[in-house]
């Protein structure tokens, strides 16, 4: 129709002009065809001004019409569409306006009222900065977005969504890995009928429990079981807390035999060998962490480790044919490796120390350049008075590198070796260990999840006193193997730091770690110069006195002691003030709360065994040792840390007096 308008209405203008072009050429009076033309263009004018009205009449029509639609369409988007809106005060966050489906899913009909509040409005804005997109209203499940800038918040239902999706995961397969440690250190001394009984006793232990969650399972050998579910078995298993490590440890102790399990649990993984993988790298987990206990992990690189358990102290399970197979290992390492840089944590004690400056004299003995790393600018006393003494032996203090030193001096084919911890933001350079592409660790710490993805060997031994007591082991296979003598000074920095790990020999000490103590006084450790390195000074006793003085009790047997919100203390006093409450009569933990020369806040723990003080400082982002644990917190005040330690000690109680 439109087309024939056009069309004719182009004719009609074609027609107008060749009878313009005829009048001009026929007629030769100039007045008539001056005024033929002047009612042509003025009948043209009337058109076009009629057909431009006629246009904007149309365009009205249709802006008309389109608002309308438009007007409707919104109506329907608000008032049918299941998306919900809700709009806020800027200053109060107060609900303001709400839409149709928006007051259904808030408003309460038993209180007869919308049950938003500001609050709620706080809330949602707290978790989309922090990059979370649910909230949970009676149980049903929405996904939300707000726009800052027109203070409006947008949801829609997505229950139904998350209940297949928990469906879908609930479904994963689940493969775990159960071994019985120490069983060939009890069954040693056992003849055949005592290993019977002890075999009948575990193997009916283990296959009731697993029977209990309908999983199945197969029996490797005498210590090692192995068994496939489902996640949401495995969940079921987590929210028991793996009861049956307590079952088995109460029942291997009134047998008076010293037995716990470890597990190692996987799930989620692309493949069925990727999920045994991991759960092969958990059970490892366990067992380097001290065993007794469990790790649950996904089996995708972003999740984090769960841990359940680990309530018995560390038992000795590292042998002199191991010690002599890392020292083995590690002396092909350094062979291989252009340069020797051997590292400790930040704030280094005399285990870190001690421990450096062992390996530094190994790689000597394989005649190969070492270089401890220290920064001078963030030393605690104990160093200041050994750089004090290595200044004496130039050979020594000419080892020493600092850390940017030792980014200009390393090379492609250099070796990084950790020792005394494990994770790498605790380096004293986080710089420099990143740019390293071979790395070794030496540690006696129980392993957390923050761990070295480039690792070429990982020599931990939780069950070891000390870095210190390990090193000296490899020390004397090897000063034995190339008849080299370990130095004087050497003996007395590795001695120094068994002598603060173990206190005095007091705690964490076992035969070996008396076996590399004689062998350090046969090299000429010098014990008295072990004491004066370790010594306090009489502002340092004093502090410590002021911790001790400040301490209050949590629980009966439980104390803590907190610094000033606004003095910085060394990492050593707070170690020495918790020794000194553990001390204490009647006392079976204690935390120290202090702000670190880093301006950190640090949380020193101790315990005589019945409480695992690590699982606690684990909770807080630390980690350490059953009996011996510490944190760092940033971005709080002592206040805070304290509320925090407070809750966890809490927890971890509850937790324990309801398993008994």
Not at 217 to 242: C, H, P, T
Not at 528 to 542: A, R
Request: include cysteine; charge should be negative.
């Amino acid at each position: 129709m439109k087309q024939m308008r056009l069309k004719k209405v182009f004719l009609f203008f074609v027609f107008l002009f060749v009878f313009e072009m005829g009048a001009v050429y026929f007629i030769s009076n100039k007045v008539i065809i001056t005024s033929i033309l002047a009612v042509i263009n003025l009948y043209l004018i009337n058109r076009m001004l009629k057909l431009i009205k006629r246009l904007e009449l149309s365009n009205i029509e249709k802006i008309r019409e389109a608002t309308i639609k438009a007007e409707d369409s919104i109506d329907f988007a608000i008032n049918e569409v299941p998306v919900g809106i809700i709009t806020y005060d800027e200053k109060t966050k107060q609900p303001i306006w709400l839409n149709p489906y928006a007051e259904e899913v808030f408003y309460s009909n038993e209180q007869k009222r919308l049950l938003l509040t500001s609050e709620d409005v706080l809330s949602y804005i707290s978790l989309f900065e922090k990059g979370k997109d649910i909230f949970v209203v009676e149980d049903e499940v929405f996904r939300f977005k707000i726009n800052i800038e027109q203070k409006t918040i947008t949801f829609e239902n997505i229950t139904q969504e998350n209940t297949l999706y928990q469906e879908k995961k609930a479904m994963q397969t689940a493969i775990g890995i159960v071994s019985i440690d120490n069983y060939d250190d009890v069954t040693d001394n056992m003849d055949v009928k005592q290993i019977s009984y002890l075999n009948s006793f575990l193997t009916t232990m283990i296959s009731d429990w697993l029977e209990e969650y309908k999983v199945f399972y197969k029996q490797l050998n005498a210590e090692r079981y192995v068994f496939v579910g489902q996640l949401d078995v495995i969940e079921k298993m987590m929210d028991s807390k793996f009861q049956i490590l307590d079952n088995v440890r109460k029942g291997t102790d009134e047998r008076d035999i010293a037995i716990t399990l470890s597990m190692g649990i996987a799930y989620g993984g692309t493949s069925l060998n990727e999920t045994g993988t991991v759960a092969q790298t958990n059970l490892d987990m366990a067992l380097v962490r001290g065993g007794d206990q469990v790790v649950v992990k996904e089996a995708n690189g972003n999740s984090k480790p769960i841990f359940f358990g680990g309530k018995s102290a560390s038992v000795v399970k590292r042998t002199r044919v191991r010690s002599r197979a890392m020292s083995t290992a590690i002396q092909g390492l350094m062979k291989e490796s252009a340069d020797i840089y051997i590292m400790g944590h930040r704030l280094p004690d005399m285990d870190a120390i001690g421990s450096a400056f062992g390996v530094a004299r190994l790689a000597k003995i394989y005649e190969k350049d070492a270089w401890v790393i220290l920064n001078t600018d963030e030393n605690i006393p104990d160093v200041y008075r050994v750089m004090e003494e290595l200044k004496k032996d130039s050979e020594l203090y000419n080892q020493i590198l600092s850390p940017a030193e030792a980014m200009k001096k390393m090379q492609n084919n250099s070796l990084l070796i950790m020792v005394d911890y494990h994770k790498p933001s605790m380096s004293i350079s986080k710089e420099l260990y990143d740019r390293f592409s071979k790395v070794v660790i030496i540690d006696h710490h129980r392993r957390g999840d923050e761990f070295p993805d480039k690792t070429l060997l990982s020599y931990i031994e939780s069950s070891a006193s000390s870095a210190s007591e390990l090193v000296t082991e490899l020390l004397e296979y090897q000063s034995n193997t190339f008849n080299k003598r370990l130095d004087k000074f050497d003996a007395t920095l590795l001695l120094a730091g068994i002598v603060v790990d173990t206190k005095s020999f007091s705690v964490r000490t076992t035969a070996r770690t008396f076996d590399v103590a004689s062998y350090l006084r046969t090299c000429g450790a010098d014990s008295s110069l072990v004491q004066y390195l370790l010594s306090s000074d009489l502002t340092s006793y004093l502090e410590m006195s002021q911790l001790i003085a400040k301490n209050e009790y949590i629980t009966e047997d439980t104390v803590i002691a907190v610094g000033e919100e606004d003095k910085e203390y060394d990492s050593v006093i707070a170690a020495k003030t918790a020794d000194t409450l553990l001390s204490m009569a009647g006392i079976n933990a204690a935390f120290v709360i202090t702000r670190r020369m880093d301006k950190k806040i640090g949380i020193s723990a101790r315990s005589n065994g019945s409480i695992n003080v690590q699982l606690i400082m684990e909770s807080m982002g630390g980690g350490g040792h059953f009996t011996n644990a510490a944190t760092q917190l940033s971005d709080r005040t002592i206040t805070e840390a304290k509320e925090k330690l407070l809750e966890v000690i809490n927890k971890n109680t509850k937790e324990m007096y309801d398993k008994e």
